[in-house]
Structures are given as structure tokens and as C-alpha cells.
């Protein structure tokens, strides 16, 4: 039984949602968390996605601009905000959403659960998380994200609040490559170190909204002086806008929690994973440091107790 398969049983359960997986559709994530960025015009088109996603998969541009009462160019505006190609590839990608959405029981944590209620919710809201963007992670643009930091001259890592732990994280993973790195949570400082950027610099902007206007004002300094930005956030976020490249984090958030987990597990996910890239693609060199690294880390720890 695959991982996958396992993960998809333990989740079901009476109080499951739909099969449409609506509930957890990393395209509607993404719809939710722009909300706030759109026209009012094309809010309306928003909240009739949001309402009856399932709909809209079986009529056209001209359809659901008549049902909305709104006008073709309107609809095609508020695709084209959540960065997509056009009607027809939204399509597509809705379509994707609600074919691979991970049944689970998709209820809040509230103040009358017991407590042994709340590591099971959260749980299935992360695995749900992790799964969602999976599925919906562009493999193009990872690719070239990984070619970006494989060959970047420096890497600089914003994040602001619980993004600015995940930035700290990044930069423990990419200072082991050599690469010169760097992580920053004061947005003073990171408004301070991306005018010192220069061409070939890459910085990694992450943002559970992609809306904090003191990282959107970094990345615009660091792109003006030349450097590259690759941002891990909300496609069709403010952030996702500006970037040079996005790996879209669509991550829909429990409001009865008060911490942003699973966004930041599925941030950690995609450091990890890039990571993993940036160290393939450097070849045996790399590989070898790597090992020289987990060589020192071994002899400080106490021996016979396995290794």
C-alpha cells in the first residue's frame, strides 16, 4: 500500500466532504486568499467560483460572465489576476483541483472540542495541505527555481513573523552548498540588504498571504537592483505578482487556530524539497562536501548509539 493510498484511508471518514473535494481545492485557496486584491467586478466573479466551482467547470467564458452579470473582458481580467493562462487553463486546473482533493474531515478546531480532538484535526488539515499543493506544484517552474539558486552568486531569505522561521531554515539547508546565504526577518534590514543586490543575486520571498507590504517593498528594491526573486506564496497574491518566478503555496488556513501551521509546513516542504534539487544539481562536488558536512556533525555526537 503506497504512502499516498494510506494517507487517503486514514482521512475518510462519515463527516468527510464531497467527492468533488471543493472544500479543499488549492485553485479555490488560491481565489480566497486574492480576494481582497480583486476589482469588485471580478469579486463577484470570485464568489461565484467559491460557491459553485463544479458549475463553472461545464459552461463557457460567455456563460459564466451572464450568470455573474458581469462582461467577458471582466471574467477574463479575474482569470488572468490569479495568473493563469487564460480561461481555458483555469479550466483545466479547477478541473485538477476538485479531481485530487484528499477527503478529510474538514472542520475547524473549536473551544468545545476535547482535547483529544485537536491533533487528529490538525493533522488531517496539514496531510490535506501537503497533498493540495503537491498535486498543484508546477514541476517547470520548480525546475527552474532550482537552476536560479543552483547557480546563483548569492541567496538572500525574507520572511516576516512565522515566515521569517522558515527563512532561517532555508538558509541552515543552503549554506551547507557553499553557496553564500543569508536569512532576514527584519523588514528594515531586508529593505537595507536587497539594495546591496546585484545581478545574479537570487532572493526567496515567503509569504503565507503575499500581501505584507514590507516584503513586497524588499523584493521590489532587490529586483531593481538587478537580483532575481523566487516567492513561495498564494498564486495571484501581490507577491506572486512582482516575483520573478512563484511556486504557488495555495493553502487554505484554520481561523480558529491561531498560528498560520499548515502554510508554514507546506513553506518548509518546499525549501526541503528544493534543497534536495539545488544538491542533485550540483553534481558529485557537492554530493561529497555534503558528506564532509555529515562527517563532522557524526563525530560530535556520542558514540554507540546508532549512528
Known amino acids: 500500500m503506497t504512502i499516498e493510498h494510506s494517507a487517503q484511508e486514514v482521512l475518510k471518514s462519515d463527516e468527510a466532504v464531497a467527492a468533488s473535494g471543493s472544500e479543499n481545492s488549492p485553485v479555490l485557496a488560491r481565489i480566497e486568499a486574492s480576494f481582497d486584491q480583486l476589482r469588485r467586478s471580478e469579486r463577484a466573479v470570485a464568489e461565484f467560483v467559491l460557491a459553485q466551482p463544479n458549475d463553472v467547470l461545464s459552461i463557457s467564458i460567455a456563460e459564466l460572465a451572464f450568470r455573474v452579470g458581469v462582461s467577458q473582458p471582466t471574467v477574463a481580467r479575474f482569470v488572468a489576476a490569479l495568473g493563469f493562462n487564460g480561461f481555458k487553463d483555469f479550466k483545466l486546473r479547477l478541473a485538477q483541483s476538485l479531481a485530487t482533493g484528499v477527503q478529510f474531515v474538514h472542520r475547524d478546531v473549536s473551544a468545545g472540542d476535547a482535547v483529544s480532538e485537536v491533533a487528529p484535526k490538525v493533522f488531517n488539515r496539514?496531510?490535506?495541505?501537503?497533498?493540495?499543493?503537491?498535486?498543484?506544484?508546477?514541476?517547470?517552474?520548480?525546475?527552474?527555481?532550482?537552476?536560479?539558486?543552483?547557480?546563483a552568486r548569492r541567496v538572500e531569505f525574507y520572511g516576516i513573523g512565522n515566515?521569517?522561521?522558515?527563512?532561517?531554515?532555508?538558509?541552515?539547508?543552503?549554506?551547507?552548498f557553499g553557496i553564500p546565504s543569508v536569512a532576514y526577518s527584519d523588514p528594515h534590514t531586508q529593505g537595507m540588504a536587497a539594495t546591496l543586490l546585484q545581478e545574479g543575486d537570487v532572493v526567496v520571498a515567503m509569504s503565507a498571504s503575499g500581501r505584507t507590504t514590507d516584503l513586497l517593498r524588499a523584493c521590489e528594491l532587490a529586483l531593481d537592483a538587478g537580483a532575481t526573486v523566487i516567492a513561495i506564496t498564494a498564486g495571484g497574491s501581490e507577491l506572486s505578482r512582482i516575483a520573478t518566478l512563484t511556486l504557488a503555496a495555495d493553502v487554505q488556513e484554520d481561523p480558529d487556530v491561531y498560528a498560520p501551521m499548515s502554510s508554514r509546513?507546506?513553506?518548509?516542504?518546499?525549501?526541503?524539497?528544493?534543497s534536495v534539487g539545488v544538491a542533485l544539481a550540483g553534481g558529485p562536488e557537492l554530493l561529497a562536501r555534503l558528506e564532509r558536512t555529515k562527517k563532522t556533525l557524526r563525530d560530535k555526537r556520542i558514540r554507540g548509539f546508532g549512528e
Open 163 to 176: 515566515s521569517g522561521i522558515v527563512a532561517v531554515d532555508a538558509q541552515h539547508k543552503f549554506f551547507r
Open 265 to 274: 509546513i507546506v513553506h518548509l516542504t518546499i525549501i526541503d524539497a528544493l
Open 126 to 151: 496539514t496531510i490535506n495541505a501537503l497533498m493540495g499543493v503537491r498535486n498543484q506544484l508546477d514541476g517547470a517552474r520548480f525546475e527552474r527555481a532550482v537552476d536560479m539558486l543552483a547557480s
